[in-house]
């Protein structure tokens, strides 16, 4: 059981890193704290079911678990978002529409499957249009890294897609 004293203990220690930790992944500074102050919430409110002893792991857990589930929702909306676009701007005949949303679920897929360590690479590039340094600088990893993840991410759509 976690009483008020060790909540506040618990999160004066580990708000800033398990902030940190989901920045990394997704990349937004807004999302990370908003995720970071619901894990808290949860883990008040489960507070008398809780061992102080193994809650680093389980902050982490939730955090990875939250991070994968707000993926998994905006990529959805996105899916979404696009297919409207694309109904509403393209004059293309029916077969070229059929072809886009082929490719458009594919690459979905494809962007599931692939591995996500050079998914948050690819991402971070393509959709927040991070230069390689500044991903390098956010994820705590070599600018060579970035490159060979970036590259293997690629070479992984190219497979997929082709």
């Not at 997704?26 to 489960?46: H, L, P, R, Y």
């Not at 589930?69 to 297919?83: A, F, L």
């Not at 599931?112 to 991402?123: A, D, G, N």
């Not at 060579?144 to 690629?154: N, P, Q």
Request: glycine letters at 0%; a negative charge.
């Amino acid at each position: 059981m976690i009483n008020k004293a060790a909540f506040k203990q618990l999160f004066d220690n580990y708000f800033d890193t398990i902030r940190s930790f989901i920045f990394y992944r997704c990349g937004d500074t807004d999302t990370a704290s908003d995720m970071a102050q619901d894990i808290f919430m949860k883990v008040w409110e489960k507070r008398e079911n809780l061992d102080s002893f193994s809650i680093k792991p389980l902050l982490y857990k939730m955090a990875n678990d939250m991070v994968i589930s707000n993926y998994r929702k905006s990529s959805t909306r996105m899916d979404y978002e696009k297919s409207l676009t694309i109904q509403n701007e393209s004059p293309l005949s029916p077969e070229e529409e059929l072809n886009v949303e082929e490719l458009a679920s594919s690459y979905a897929k494809a962007l599931e499957k692939m591995p996500e360590t050079q998914r948050v690479v690819f991402l971070m590039n393509r959709n927040d249009e991070l230069k390689y340094h500044e991903i390098s600088e956010c994820l705590d990893i070599s600018i060579k890294t970035v490159e060979k993840r970036m590259s293997a991410a690629l070479q992984f759509l190219r497979a997929k897609l082709l």
